[in-house]
């Protein structure tokens, strides 16, 4: 029996987090495609060489996670922390198109009208299909604020990486944290990526739903896939309507309280089950929302949005002075504390990785390497009775996903 590669293991094993990365460390030999369970996944067409397995063997961020040499504290919930601050864009258009307070937009502006970045890479909905993502190239402003917004649905924005990082320009890059993290450890390989990417963003993601999550939202607006014009996860708005157009003309809306609490965040991917970076400790700054509170929870009425932002290192920080300071946006600090309050799912997961990878070693399984990582220290924050339930939820999860496959 041939063995497979690296790759197909880590697609088999359930750590894939679909960021293209594999793509451009071999060569045209992997494509991504769109699976049976609506994730974009890796195919292998060519074997591998053994520069190339090792190259996935370090960067692939669903198998290994590792900070580097780090210029400020480490928190064990947070990551690495420069500063920590609340606010929001001072454009208005760019604070009601964000997801939350449009301070991320308000960052790619400018560094693009200062012409600190020649363009940014992100990711956007697909201009053929809808429903789909692909990679944009955004120039200016206006850029931006198309493709400002959350995108609860799978993406893929290195898988072609190295074409821009052979080009004459430097850029931005905006992605998810998994996909920040691949690139910061394809840094340690490639020199390029430094001398090309001046800046790294990302937000914190609580997971990647799978196309499915968002048929579900059509099913329950009673609207086919095939007649949708453009559908909007959230934004326009803080936290927004996920919204649906039709080639008809007619539209139909869902709050963000029921797409996401209700419909999409069950058909997360694996790998989301057991991330201990959902809060981007790669990047140079990252935003999220800053939800105020009620009743112990957050508060997902409309209001006007606010953004969570953390720098995450010198260059990072000073950034974020130099756009205060150019009347960009406008910012008050926050406590470290306070940010539990704002996102407690990240501070949960983050306490519960260590439980939920104990289960996947006791019962054979791959797992991902992370280090310098603070696990058992979260771990320790989140208490004994807590992580023992993680423990078993997680061994019968995966016992009883055995059984199915035993079965079938």
């Not at 450890?185 to 999550?213: E, T, W």
């Not at 996860?233 to 803080?238: A, I, P, Q």
């Not at 069950?266 to 959902?278: F, M, T, Y």
Request: aromatic share 8%; net charge positive; glycine share 8%.
């Amino acid at each position: 029996m041939q063995k497979k590669c690296l790759i197909e293991s880590i697609v088999e094993n359930g750590l894939c987090t679909g960021c293209g990365i594999c793509e451009s460390l071999t060569a045209g030999k992997v494509s991504l495609a769109m699976d049976k369970g609506g994730y974009l996944r890796p195919v292998v067409s060519q074997p591998l060489s053994i520069s190339e397995e090792r190259m996935v063997r370090e960067v692939c961020p669903g198998i290994s996670l590792e900070h580097g040499a780090l210029s400020v504290a480490y928190h064990p919930l947070w990551g690495p922390l420069h500063h920590v601050r609340t606010g929001y864009a001072n454009n208005p258009e760019i604070r009601f198109a964000g997801s939350s307070g449009g301070v991320l937009s308000a960052l790619l502006v400018y560094l693009l009208e200062t012409r600190t970045v020649d363009y940014v890479l992100h990711i956007g909905a697909s201009e053929q299909e809808p429903l789909r993502n692909e990679v944009k190239i955004s120039k200016d402003c206006a850029d931006v604020l198309k493709g400002a917004g959350s995108r609860y649905s799978p993406s893929s924005p290195l898988t072609q990486i190295d074409k821009y990082l052979n080009g004459p320009s430097r850029f931005a890059f905006v992605g998810k944290p998994c996909d920040v993290a691949a690139l910061r450890q394809y840094a340690r390989l490639n020199p390029l990526v430094d001398q090309k990417v001046s800046y790294m963003f990302s937000f914190m993601c609580a997971g990647i739903p799978s196309i499915k999550g968002t048929y579900a939202i059509l099913d329950q607006l009673q609207t086919k896939k095939e007649e949708v014009r453009r559908f909007a996860y959230r934004g326009n708005g803080w936290p927004g309507m996920t919204r649906v157009e039709t080639h008809h003309g007619s539209v139909h809306e869902m709050d963000y309280a029921t797409s996401w609490g209700t419909i999409l965040n069950k058909h997360l991917q694996p790998r989301c089950k057991i991330c201990p970076d959902g809060t981007g400790e790669f990047a140079d700054v990252i935003c999220a929302d800053a939800w105020y509170g009620k009743d112990g929870y957050p508060d997902f009425t409309e209001q006007e949005g606010r953004s969570l932002i953390i720098s995450r290192n010198d260059k990072g920080e000073a950034l974020v002075k130099t756009c205060i300071a150019a009347g960009y946006m406008t910012t008050a600090p926050l406590e470290i504390a306070e940010i539990g309050k704002m996102q407690p799912y990240q501070e949960t997961r983050k306490k519960m990785v260590l439980a939920r990878l104990l289960a996947l070693r006791v019962l054979f399984r791959m797992i991902p390497r992370f280090s310098h990582l603070a696990l058992i220290q979260a771990a320790a924050m989140g208490g004994l009775k807590a992580n023992i339930n993680n423990f078993l939820g997680m061994a019968k999860r995966l016992l009883a996903k055995q059984k199915i496959k035993t079965i079938t």
